[in-house]
């Protein structure tokens, strides 16, 4: 009697530490990553359509810029030139310049545009960049960022036509209120854009801005793939994008 | 030689005076540190064994950067562990080694080696 009690004390001495002990250094364990197996989302062609009349009945709407900006830890600058932005709204009269004539009605080239990097066929930031450092991913046709590569010569952000390249005049860390954890922050002299979101694509998730978007105004998908929703949504929409006479061939089209 | 023992003694005093630093610290005793960096991790390995970690952990960092911006892959097999891991500094090297401060600093300190990497990447909090 005595000695089972002696055993079931022991045994529940040492099932207590051990669970709490493995608590208490949870921590330092490897993270599980499920998705490593498999399970991403893939692409020949990423491509995104915008549709500005589901788009435009939300005014004043932010979400999809409020879930990338937190996502990616994109800081809060005041001043416009030091501004940095990964997903923005722009005037039609800026967005769409070309396609405005004398007599387009103001309140159409005052609404409100949302931009980001068109992650073009013909990338020319890719052309200018010195050090390799944006680069276009040859398996999925996203234009890539590597940071660590980036000397902040800000020819891209030159090359670029569409404004979509922002440069860290300051320290970006400064201008956060709270550092998402799972990614990164910037430095200051490195110039940052839009991904199409690749660390979460990688990991079976939509674009953040596709995500947060829930009234199904941004739509991601496979170019390449002829059943694709991006696809349907070319071939029964006229569909534009900005600057086409440029020869970039950009990838975010938008239903007008 | 015209002024020999002045210049010669000029140059050992020069040599003297430029090697100065390490006549110093000899003397102080601090050309050596004893580094012990704190482990508290509950898996059985590294990624790699722990002799080739301590002496190439850059490489391999630099090794995984590439890899996963540029090449686009994101598992690595490990060996020592038998099995993938993601190639991850903030996922994978900092969930076993959340003590910064008594693990990367410990040797990186008084090495004086300032590596960049928290510059962007987010060290993890050290709430005790």
Avoid at chain 1, 111 to 136: G, M, W
Avoid at chain 2, 4 to 26: E, Q, R, V
Wanted: net charge negative; charged share 25%; hydrophobic share 35%.
């Amino acid at each position: 009697m005595s000695n089972d009690r002696r055993k079931f004390l022991k045994v529940a001495g040492f099932a207590t530490l051990a669970v709490t002990g493995s608590r208490a250094l949870g921590a330092a364990n490897l993270a599980p990553t499920p998705w490593l197996k498999g399970g991403g989302l893939e692409a020949k062609r990423w491509a995104m359509v915008i549709d500005l009349k589901k788009c435009h009945q939300q005014e004043g709407c932010t979400k999809c810029m409020d879930a990338c900006h937190l996502e990616h830890n994109v800081p809060k600058i005041e001043i416009k030139k030091h501004e940095i932005k990964w997903i923005w709204k722009e005037s039609f009269h800026h967005a769409f310049h070309e396609q405005e004539h004398e007599h387009t009605p103001e309140s159409i080239k005052h609404s409100p545009i949302p931009v980001l990097c068109n992650h073009c066929d013909n990338p020319p930031c890719v052309r200018v960049c010195p050090t390799e450092a944006t680069f276009k991913r040859e398996s999925d046709g996203i234009v890539m960022m590597d940071w660590h590569r980036c000397i902040g010569c800000r020819y891209c952000v030159v090359g670029c036509p569409y404004g979509a390249r922002s440069f860290n005049w300051e320290d970006p860390r400064e201008h956060m209120d709270d550092i998402t954890e799972n990614f990164p922050t910037r430095m200051k002299g490195v110039v940052e854009k839009c991904t199409f979101c690749e660390t979460r694509l990688r990991k079976g998730l939509p674009p953040a801005c596709v995500e947060a978007c829930e009234y199904g105004a941004l739509t991601f998908g496979d170019l390449d793939d002829p059943d694709s929703e991006v696809r349907k949504l070319l071939e029964s929409n006229y569909t534009i994008r900005r600057k086409p006479q440029l020869g970039t061939e950009p990838q975010v089209y938008y239903i007008v | 030689m015209y002024d020999g023992g002045k210049i010669i003694a000029g140059l050992i005093l020069f040599l003297i005076l430029i090697t100065f630093p390490i006549w110093w610290n000899i003397a102080g005793g601090t050309t050596d540190f004893e580094a012990d960096p704190k482990i508290v991790t509950t898996e059985k390995s590294c990624i790699y064994e722990k002799e080739y970690m301590t002496t190439h952990h850059m490489d391999v960092l630099d090794d995984w950067r590439d890899r996963v911006v540029r090449d686009d892959v994101r598992a690595f097999h490990s060996d020592a562990l038998g099995r993938d891991v993601e190639m991850s500094l903030s996922h994978t090297c900092m969930s076993c080694h959340p003590n910064k401060s008594e693990f990367c600093d410990e040797c990186h300190n008084p090495m004086g080696v300032d590596p960049y990497c928290w510059d962007c990447h987010v060290e993890p909090k050290e709430g005790k």
